[in-house]
């Protein structure tokens, strides 16, 4: 699939992974399209890109603001790509497991809240974003578009406490192939990445070398977490090759969590 001249969405655009897939998308000639809901962070990001990409504000909580931000990307496409990098507001309140050591079980609230940040909302892109894809005009390949979504080595491997997330990131993998199966008679792709554990700015809290020396052991080999621009690499290079679709590739240096 070739970029230039056509349109590509992030959610999440001023995120680690989205920030980084938007540089690298740009680089290729695509116009992008950074939504999010950190308003600052993604107007400086369009600005410092150029070349035509552009922010708007997203809200991933509403359906309505995510049809405007596709449309918003289909009026400069035709739109190529969507890579949905998310995250989303806090829930409703404390994770942990099922039943904590309180005695008292998971709220059905905060289950309810991550499934729709990480799928639900993941769902609403890509509907969207393959409603405007279906009206581009065919590239000579025979393709119109590729919706990379992200998963989570959760939605494998789940860590204790994680149930709602691993479900939703769960949910990623257990679509991307119905989908690319559905959007198959349009000439649209349907791709995931399911990413171990990279630094952006989800752990805004801790410096990079304190993340590293409290994640770098779980990851065998490189022994450090990823970089965020590993993640946007591999959604350039699904982007590129049209025989990738309908799986979910793990990026995670071999990490799996017990
Ligand atoms: N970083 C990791 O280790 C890791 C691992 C596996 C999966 N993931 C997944 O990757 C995705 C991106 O995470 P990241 O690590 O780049 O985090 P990040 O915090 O760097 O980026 C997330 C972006 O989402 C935006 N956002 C928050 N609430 C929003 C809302 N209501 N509407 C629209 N945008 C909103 C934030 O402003 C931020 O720019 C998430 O789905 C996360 O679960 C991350």
Redesign the pocket.
């Known amino acids: 699939m070739k970029l230039e001249n056509g349109s590509v969405l992030i959610?999440?655009?001023?995120?680690?992974?989205?920030g980084a897939t938007a540089r690298r998308l740009a680089a290729k000639g695509a116009r992008v399209v950074i939504?999010?809901?950190?308003d600052e962070?993604g107007q400086a990001l369009a600005k410092e890109i150029g070349n035509g990409a552009v922010y708007v504000r997203?809200?991933?909580?509403d359906e309505a603001s995510i049809a405007n931000a596709v449309e918003t990307a289909a009026n400069i496409g035709p739109l190529r790509a969507v890579v949905a990098?998310?995250?989303?507001?806090p829930g409703p309140g404390p994770g942990g497991r099922v039943v904590g050591r309180d005695g008292k079980r998971l709220s059905v609230g905060v289950f309810a809240h991550s499934v729709y940040v990480?799928l639900t909302a993941a769902f609403t892109v890509t509907s969207y974003a393959a409603e405007a894809m279906a009206k581009n005009e065919p590239l000579e390949s025979g393709q119109r578009g590729v919706i990379i979504n992200?998963?989570?080595?959760?939605g494998f491997e789940g860590q204790p406490g994680l149930v709602p997330?691993s479900a939703a990131?769960g949910g990623i993998i257990g679509m991307t192939l119905t989908l690319a199966r559905d959007m198959a008679p349009l000439g649209i792709r349907a791709m995931a990445i399911?990413?171990?554990?990279?630094?952006?700015?989800?752990?805004?809290q801790m410096t990079a070398e304190e993340a590293n020396a409290k994640f770098a052991a779980s990851i065998p080999n490189p022994k450090r977490?990823?970089e965020?621009d590993e993640y946007a690499l591999l959604a350039e290079q699904i982007i590129e090759n049209d025989f990738l679709n309908g799986t979910t590739i793990r990026l995670d240096g071999a990490q799996r969590f017990q």
Request: charged letters at 10%; glycine letters at 22%; aromatic letters at 16%.
């Open positions: 959610t999440g655009g001023a995120g680690g992974f989205g939504a999010d809901v950190a962070r997203m809200d991933i909580m990098a998310h995250g989303g507001p990480f992200t998963s989570s080595i959760a997330y990131k399911a990413p171990g554990t990279f630094f952006t700015f989800a752990y805004g977490m990823g965020p």
